[in-house]
């Protein structure tokens, strides 16, 4: 499937989801890159018609306590995860409740993962690897690409983030070749770190997410997929 075909797919597939949450997103002051309070993000998430959240900050966890205070005080679907940064690149963690030492492996947090039923997604798999210039040939792209493949890191995750938002359409579609490399599972997210980044992708869910483990089941199982937001238009602007 070419990339206009992926994209039209899955723009036109809105029609029928079941669930739309951005499981890739971050907040101030827990992410010290962040823009926007958790409030913040809610609210806009929202707005552009999303069903949950997940809060993956970098490298730290949220108090259960907390994200569920902040789905009751909203009456939204918010979760918490973690992207963890490793060797390897960065991965979307879910179901750890802890930063241990070592993590820096992405082997090693597979290890802790496993042992507590979670699931794990490559976030962003084109940095360190896409160059713009590869695609002035269809050569120099295959050998770019064989190249990011080599990355063990996709033997180790559940899925991969084909839809970033802060990455380019370019980036994005490297990123879904990755994903037919390996025949993966795929996700979309924001990766929103202030309210202008909210609302553009998210993953699709076929089944009801109550909480993090039935978003774990689902990203194991494989029933979830990329979307595009991008032609949303904000419900508040609707009115």
Same mark, same amino acid.
């Given at each position: 499937m070419n990339w206009a075909t992926l994209t039209f797919a899955i723009r036109t597939s809105r029609r029928t989801f079941h669930l739309l949450i951005d499981i890739h997103t971050h907040t101030f002051p827990t992410s010290d890159d962040a823009f926007h309070s958790p409030e913040e993000l809610i609210t806009n998430s929202k707005r552009f018609g999303l069903d949950g959240i997940c809060i993956t900050d970098h490298d730290r966890f949220w108090e259960p306590k907390d994200v569920e205070a902040l789905t009751r005080k909203h009456d939204f679907l918010v979760l918490a995860g973690c992207e963890v940064t490793t060797e390897e690149g960065h991965i979307l963690v879910y179901g750890l409740s802890e930063y241990i030492f070592g993590m820096h492996k992405a082997a090693y947090v597979r290890e802790l993962v496993d042992e507590v039923g979670g699931a794990m997604v490559v976030a962003h798999p084109y940095r360190r690897f896409y160059r713009k210039q590869a695609h002035t040939s269809e050569e120099a792209y295959q050998e770019m690409l064989e190249r990011a493949c080599r990355n063990h890191v996709f033997s180790l995750v559940d899925a991969v &983030? $084909?839809?970033? %938002? #802060?990455?380019?359409?370019?980036?994005?579609?490297?990123?879904?070749?990755?994903?037919?490399?390996?025949?993966?599972?795929?996700?979309?997210?924001?990766?929103?770190?202030?309210?202008?980044?909210?609302?553009?992708?998210?993953?699709?869910?076929?089944?009801?997410?109550?909480?993090?483990?039935?978003?774990?089941? &689902? $990203?194991?199982? %494989? #029933?979830?997929?990329a979307i595009s937001l991008r032609d949303a238009v904000p419900a508040l602007a609707r009115v």
């Amino acid at each position: 499937m070419n990339w206009a075909t992926l994209t039209f797919a899955i723009r036109t597939s809105r029609r029928t989801f079941h669930l739309l949450i951005d499981i890739h997103t971050h907040t101030f002051p827990t992410s010290d890159d962040a823009f926007h309070s958790p409030e913040e993000l809610i609210t806009n998430s929202k707005r552009f018609g999303l069903d949950g959240i997940c809060i993956t900050d970098h490298d730290r966890f949220w108090e259960p306590k907390d994200v569920e205070a902040l789905t009751r005080k909203h009456d939204f679907l918010v979760l918490a995860g973690c992207e963890v940064t490793t060797e390897e690149g960065h991965i979307l963690v879910y179901g750890l409740s802890e930063y241990i030492f070592g993590m820096h492996k992405a082997a090693y947090v597979r290890e802790l993962v496993d042992e507590v039923g979670g699931a794990m997604v490559v976030a962003h798999p084109y940095r360190r690897f896409y160059r713009k210039q590869a695609h002035t040939s269809e050569e120099a792209y295959q050998e770019m690409l064989e190249r990011a493949c080599r990355n063990h890191v996709f033997s180790l995750v559940d899925a991969v &983030e $084909i839809f970033n %938002g #802060r990455g380019t359409d370019e980036e994005n579609h490297f990123a879904s070749d990755i994903a037919d490399w390996f025949s993966m599972h795929t996700t979309g997210a924001s990766d929103a770190h202030a309210i202008k980044e909210v609302g553009n992708y998210a993953t699709r869910f076929q089944q009801p997410i109550r909480d993090i483990d039935d978003l774990i089941t &689902e $990203i194991k199982a %494989g #029933r979830c997929s990329a979307i595009s937001l991008r032609d949303a238009v904000p419900a508040l602007a609707r009115v």
